[in-house]
Nanobody, 121 residues
Framework: QVQLVESGGRLVQAGGSLRLSCAAS????????MGWFRQAPGKERELVAT????????YYADSVKGRFAISRDNAKNTVYLQMNSLKPEDTAVYYC??????????????WGQGTQVTVSS
């Protein structure tokens, strides 16, 4: 079992930056691919970014390429999402995920409870 706890979400002005963190429990953290989804009000949950267990491979949704960066520290069992040049359309609940792949919700085994990011214009 893996438990994921997100933190770092808050209200920020457009153009600002935030770093989300996701602390994972479990001895096998370093063997899992990790990622971040988000869900805006009235919209479906969408994949934002993923990172492989080895940190070699990353994926970004087109909407965040060049602005967001995913990273992980396997020694700390933590994955990060650095978000720069934030836009109001980035407003959403951000969810950390582990053990999976692909862009669909069902492709990931473990989910955090989510952290709210609100970007004001």
């Amino acid at each position: 079992q893996v438990q994921l706890v997100e933190s770092g979400g808050r209200l920020v002005q457009a153009g600002g930056s935030l770093r989300l963190s996701c602390a994972a429990s479990g001895r096998t953290f370093s063997s899992y691919a990790m990622g971040w989804f988000r869900q805006a009000p009235g919209k479906e949950r969408e994949l934002v970014a993923t990172i492989s267990w080895s940190e070699i491979s990353t994926y970004y949704a087109d909407s965040v390429k060049g602005r967001f960066a995913i990273s992980r520290d396997n020694a700390k069992n933590t994955v990060y999402l650095q978000m720069n040049s934030l836009k109001p359309e980035d407003t959403a609940v951000y969810y950390c995920v582990a053990d999976g792949g692909g862009t669909v919700v069902g492709g990931w085994t473990y989910w955090g409870q989510g952290t709210q990011v609100t970007v004001s214009s």
